[in-house]
């Protein structure tokens, strides 16, 4: 059975940074492609950031160049650092495999809060 945990979530200042995990066990192969998402109290899930198997990123415009992307394929991990956070990302952050068949799976999700 495949699983999808995430670590690294916490409170923290704005300007602050984190660095998010998330490790998939159960599994052989690569994800095809993994990603970071998010969704704050009220508000729908939104893609973050996503990267494939050989390492194209893509970024949500408000993320753009204060979050990064990367995956080591042969531990079958995804991180997320977050660099220069605003009030605003605070959210629960999800982390999603999609497998090669477009089967995606889903961690249990990590709070993330920006708050002084």
């Known amino acids: 059975q495949v699983q999808l945990v995430e670590s690294g979530g916490g409170l923290v200042q704005p300007g602050g940074s984190l660095r998010l995990s998330c490790a998939a066990s159960?599994?052989?192969?690569?994800?095809?492609?993994m990603a970071w998402y998010r969704q704050a109290p009220g508000k729908q899930r939104e893609l973050v950031a996503s990267?494939?198997?050989?390492?194209?990123?893509d970024y949500v415009d408000s993320v753009k160049g204060r979050f990064s992307i990367s995956r080591d394929n042969a531990k079958n991990t995804v991180h997320l650092q977050m660099n220069s956070l605003k009030p605003e990302d605070t959210a629960v952050y999800y982390c999603?495999?999609?497998?090669?068949?477009?089967?995606?799976?889903w961690g249990q999700g990590t709070q993330v809060t920006v708050s002084s």
């Open positions: 159960g599994r052989i192969f690569a994800f095809s492609s």
């Open positions: 999603r495999g999609r497998d090669w068949d477009a089967t995606d799976y």
């Open positions: 990267i494939t198997l050989g390492g194209v990123t």
